[in-house]
C-alpha cells in the first residue's frame, strides 16, 4: 500500500515531507536523514512572552534612561527659567508672552543648529 507523501520547500538542502494517515514529519537534508517528530511544545506562549519580555525590557529602558538624564533635565529647566527671569527683569518692556515665544525660538535654533 503506497501512502501519499507530500514534500514542502524548494530549498534543496532541507525539505519537509508529510505522511498523510500519520501524525510523522521527516526533515531531511541532501545527504538525507530522520529528525523524528517535530513537536512545538510550548509554541503558543512563545509570541506572548517575547511580546511580555520587550515591554518589561522598554520600561526598564526608559527608567534607566530617565535616571540618567533627569538631573541635567532639571538643572537646564532651571537655568532656562533663571534666564528668562534674568531678561525679563533687564528688559521690562518685553510682555511676558513675547518673552516667552522668544526663548523658545532661541532654544530651537540652538537646538537645530548646534553640533
Not at 521527516?26 to 512563545?46: E, P, S
Not at 533635565?73 to 527671569?85: N, P, Y
Request: charged fraction near 20%.
Amino acid at each position: 500500500m503506497l501512502l501519499p507523501l507530500t514534500c514542502f520547500g524548494s530549498n534543496s538542502s532541507k525539505t519537509r515531507c508529510k505522511l498523510h494517515d500519520t501524525n510523522t514529519e521527516m526533515f531531511g537534508n541532501t545527504g538525507g536523514g530522520y529528525y523524528g517528530n517535530n513537536q512545538n511544545n510550548g509554541g503558543i506562549w512563545r509570541l506572548p512572552l517575547f511580546i511580555a519580555f520587550y515591554i518589561v525590557f522598554l520600561i526598564l529602558g526608559a527608567a534607566i534612561f530617565s535616571a540618567i538624564e533627569g538631573p541635567q533635565e532639571m538643572q537646564k529647566v532651571k537655568s532656562l527659567k533663571q534666564m528668562r527671569a534674568d531678561f525679563l527683569e533687564e528688559y521690562p518692556c518685553v510682555p511676558d508672552e513675547t518673552s516667552k515665544k522668544l526663548i523658545s525660538r532661541g532654544t530651537e535654533f540652538i537646538a537645530l543648529h548646534s553640533f
